[in-house]
């Protein structure tokens, strides 16, 4: 038995025609001359005749959703259509009950000897346009959530591509639109543009970038602080996604840190003098004995009283009091090296931790009693206190105001916190006793 001869045999396309799951029409004309039983269904007729030489604008509603007129549109659709031997659209189409669908046409020529039809066919893509919009609306949400984040947001594929960003990614980072906006800018373009303008400090900008992108391309989970050349705190947080790439957050903690700053100076230091105050003295007196008790060196503590400081506050008030204390704060630090503390203890007293003495008593003593008779002598100096007054000229008070100065040095951990400063106190009191404006040692710690 031969194969059938389907192209003398016309039935082949009639049967090709009608089992078509999509509605199909042959178009002559302008006109619909015939569709098959998917099209009668997918507009909800009971019957082919109402849908039969008739202009396909007469199946759809008076207008587009883009607003063209639906027969002047039909028009262009089938001219476009006969020049080019295919066109695909979409097309709003209206039901026999009144409602409308969504549905992608495609045209087609079919070139016959004596005129020109075309075969058109219907998908309906009310679904994939649901989806697509859906999909629209969430996007549109991300990009506003992503767009109204407080801080700036990076988020890159597996190969490090900059998938997305806000706009205040490039504003945080200082980074131009010329490469945001390069085609296939990457995670490691980024990091070689801050390197080369020093961002990451001293070193090789390919290497610093190169040694970044390699670290990245671990995926891993990470939050940092940077600083930047302009002072900025940046707070860096990333996140990785499942397939690899990573949404990474900016913060600008600039304020918080200087905020944290302000709150650990007022906790720890003296607000007028800006000298540590009791509670630093005693961490740094912990860490004084804790370093003591490894090296077996000394410390001293030292007392100290201005000598001369009520009459000062009686006289001129305590403005011009304030002023002598800043001034002999200022003084103190001097006289010390950078590893010892210099602390107000309350009023016109000062303490000094001298740290890092020598492993020997007499020598400790030594170098502590050479730093005392330095600040001694340095506190003796005359003081031009400037008292400034608005719209007036400045007045200069000087004041002489010596200072009496106990000692005490010790090792390890051979006495408690408050029994150090007793008997620096105590030496103190001695030397106030002996004349003022002089150095006393605590008992043995006197050499």
């Not at 040694?211 to 050349?229: G, M």
């Not at 303490?351 to 009693?369: F, G, M, N």
Request: one cysteine or more; charged letters at 25%; proline letters at 4%.
């Amino acid at each position: 038995m031969s194969d059938p001869d389907f192209k003398s045999d016309p039935r082949w396309f009639k049967q090709l025609f009608e089992s078509s799951p999509d509605p199909t029409w042959i178009i002559d004309n302008n006109q619909f001359i015939e569709c098959n039983q998917a099209a009668i269904s997918a507009l909800g007729y009971a019957s082919r005749d109402a849908l039969l030489n008739v202009h396909p604008s007469a199946l759809s509603p008076l207008r587009q959703p883009d607003g063209e007129d639906s027969y002047t549109k039909a028009e262009r659709m089938m001219t476009l259509a006969k020049q080019q031997g295919l066109h695909r659209f979409e097309w709003l189409h209206r039901k026999a009950d009144g409602t409308d669908f969504l549905a992608e046409v495609t045209l087609s020529v079919i070139g016959l000897s004596d005129r020109t039809l075309i075969h058109c066919v219907w998908r309906d893509i009310t679904e994939r346009k649901r989806v697509e919009e859906q999909v629209q609306r969430q996007n549109e949400l991300l990009r506003a959530v992503i767009e109204n984040f407080p801080g700036a947001i990076s988020v890159v594929d597996a190969d490090l591509r900059l998938l997305t960003c806000n706009r205040q990614f490039g504003r945080l980072l200082d980074l131009p639109d010329w490469l945001l906006q390069k085609p296939g800018v990457g995670f490691g373009d980024v990091v070689l543009y801050n390197a080369q303008r020093g961002d990451y400090g001293l070193g090789d900008p390919e290497q610093q970038a190169a040694a970044l992108v390699e670290r990245a391309r671990s995926f891993q989970a990470h939050k940092f602080e940077r600083v930047r050349p302009n002072g900025t705190v940046l707070e860096i947080r990333g996140e990785p996604m499942p397939g690899g790439g990573f949404v990474t957050t900016y913060l600008d903690i600039t304020a918080r840190k200087q905020a944290e700053q302000e709150i650990h100076q007022l906790a720890f230091h003296d607000a007028l003098t800006k000298l540590p105050n009791r509670r630093l003295l005693n961490d740094r007196l912990s860490q004084a004995m804790a370093t003591s008790r490894r090296s077996g060196g000394f410390c001293a503590l030292m007392f100290l009283d201005l000598d001369n400081f009520k009459p000062l506050n009686d006289t001129h008030g305590h403005e011009v009091g304030d002023l002598l204390l800043v001034e002999a704060a200022n003084r103190l630090k001097r006289c010390v090296r950078e590893v010892d503390t210099v602390s107000r203890f309350g009023g016109d007293e000062f303490v000094v931790l001298l740290s890092d003495l020598p492993a020997d008593r007499t020598a400790s003593t030594k170098q502590a009693r050479v730093i005392a008779e330095k600040i001694r002598v340095a506190m003796a100096l005359p003081y031009q206190l400037t008292r400034e007054h608005e719209g007036q000229a400045d007045t200069i008070i000087e004041h002489h105001c010596t200072v009496s100065i106990g000692v005490t040095v010790f090792v390890n951990q051979e006495a408690s916190h408050d029994d150090l400063l007793k008997w620096a106190d105590m030496a103190m009191y001695e030397a106030k006793q002996a004349g003022r404006d002089t150095v006393c040692f605590h008992g043995s710690s006197a050499g």
